[in-house]
T-cell receptor, first 110, second 114 residues
């Protein structure tokens, strides 16, 4: 089965609302990264977060290894936050390669 | 720092022809990855080099795909006898040492096989 599952698949919010994106994984974890991708654009790394909580501006990433999940929280969303958010993990057997989820498409409406 | 550079950005090729995609990793990065992205499958791992040596090519379709890294400044992905199902965005990424460090992606090469 799929090692990395993201939810929701898509999310539409009004500007100013908070967004909560989830990533669940079915394998033991070596590292976890969150990426952002604008339509037709490249992937930009947001967080390298194998465990615990990290903050960057309005973004917060929390990884709980025991529960095999990671979340990305976007506070006070803006229209420029629209795009696809992907989580990716390296499992302990993965020889460094990242396995990606299918992503969450976030649409922030003005 | 120019980031990861991929060429060409777009390529249209006829069925059965060969396509070669190039990647220039960030200077000093010892790990280079190739991924393929489609709407249906999402991001799929293809192959990985560390210090120019092939480490893991478990994601590569065996018969028509090959990848090389002849020197530390570039890697190529070659697809022989291209098929319509090869149409995708091919992404190259590099990092300092494996993926214990942040992965940096190029803009991608969009391949369309007609």
């Amino acid at each position: 089965g799929q090692q990395v599952q993201q939810s929701p698949a898509s999310l539409v919010l009004q500007e100013g609302e908070n967004a909560e994106l989830q990533c669940n994984f079915s394998t033991s974890l070596n590292s976890m990264q969150w990426f952002y991708q604008r339509p037709g654009g490249s992937l930009v790394s947001l967080f390298y977060n194998p465990s615990g909580t990290k903050h960057s501006g309005r973004l917060t990433s929390t990884t709980v290894i025991k529960e095999r999940r990671s979340s990305l929280h976007i506070s006070s969303s803006q229209t420029t936050d629209s795009g696809t958010y992907l989580c990716a993990l390296v499992n302990t057997e993965g020889a460094d390669r990242l396995t990606f989820g299918k992503g969450t498409q976030l649409i922030i409406q003005p | 720092n120019a980031g990861v550079i991929q060429t060409p950005r777009h390529k249209v090729t006829g069925k059965g022809q060969e396509a070669t995609l190039w990647c220039e990793p960030i200077s000093g990065h010892s790990a280079v990855f190739w991924y393929r992205q489609t709407i249906v499958q999402g991001l799929e791992f293809l192959t990985y080099f560390r210090n120019q040596a092939p480490i893991d090519d478990s994601g590569m379709p065996k018969e028509r795909f090959s990848a090389q890294m002849p020197n530390q400044s570039h890697s190529t992905l070659k697809i022989q006898s291209t098929q319509p199902q090869d149409s995708a965005v091919y992404l190259c990424a590099s990092s300092l040492v494996g993926t214990g460090n942040t992965l940096y992606f190029g803009e991608g090469s969009r391949l369309i096989v007609v």
